[in-house]
């Protein structure tokens, strides 16, 4: 079974631009969360999608955005970049059983470098 | 919300000694532990979980712990390899049936050098 697939690998932006990154899930898993990992504040995490719909969010300010698709396919943006949002952007897809006890692993893709110049 | 502290920053044993890893967090509804490893350059993989039914978690050469009261778990490598050199972290969150629970709180990470 395939992992999770982060793309691009490595990105470069202008200050003031604005990016996306695009995550697909292990096959079967419906939730999709994304985090942001830097040396300074470590992993934190961004948002959680489950069938299309955000369900839970972090503490990262409006300029951070995501979406799910129909297919579990989920895409974050991120606008107006500042130099501050330079971070290795990491996406986790879960398999959750409603009719069992909760499935909360998660599992990780390699990650996107984001470096804003 | 919830605050995980993880301790040592930085582990150097010697190969095949022990490792231990220790994790305190501050809501005592979380009830789901996972310890992920990260390598150089690749995302966190993780390792071992546990829930808040258990009381410790075997397999193979890593086990953890869990005490509730305290609010402490704490990961164990026994006869350690240069390959279990990574960064550890530990995580705590809230697992429910209605499937919400995926957000993961992460402790800052151990930096684990094995030496030969």
């Known amino acids: 079974k395939a992992g999770v697939t982060q793309t691009p690998r490595y990105l470069i932006k202008t200050r003031g631009q604005q990016v996306t990154l695009s995550c697909s899930p292990i096959s079967g898993h419906r939730s999709v969360s994304w985090y942001q990992q830097t040396p300074g504040q470590g992993l934190q995490f961004l948002f959680e999608?489950?069938?299309?719909?955000?369900?839970n969010k972090g503490n990262f300010p409006g300029r951070f955005s995501g979406r799910q698709f129909s297919n579990s396919r989920s895409e974050m943006n991120v606008s107006t970049l500042e130099l501050g949002d330079s971070a290795l952007y990491l996406c986790?897809?879960?398999?959750?059983?409603?009719?069992?006890?909760?499935?909360?692993?998660?599992?990780f893709g390699q990650g996107t470098r984001l470096t804003v110049v | 919300g919830e605050n995980v502290e993880q301790h040592p920053s930085t582990l150097s044993v010697q190969e095949g000694d022990s490792a231990v890893i220790k994790c305190t967090y501050s809501d005592s509804a979380s009830n789901y532990f996972p310890w992920y490893k990260q390598e150089l350059g690749k995302g966190p993989q993780l390792i071992i979980d546990?829930?808040?039914?258990?009381g410790e978690k075997k397999d193979q050469r890593i086990a953890v712990t869990l005490n509730k009261t305290a609010k402490h778990f704490s990961l164990h490598i026994t006869e350690t390899q240069p390959e279990d050199s990574a960064v550890y972290f530990c995580?705590?969150?809230?697992?429910?049936?209605?499937?919400?629970?995926?957000?993961?709180?992460f402790g800052t990470g151990t930096r684990l050098q094995v030496t030969l």
């Open positions: 986790a897809s879960s398999f959750m059983d409603r009719a069992t006890v909760p499935n909360t692993e998660a599992f």
């Open positions: 995580a705590a969150s809230i697992g429910t049936y209605t499937g919400t629970a995926s957000k993961l709180t």
């Open positions: 546990i829930r808040s039914n258990v």
């Open positions: 999608y489950f069938s299309e719909t955000q369900r």
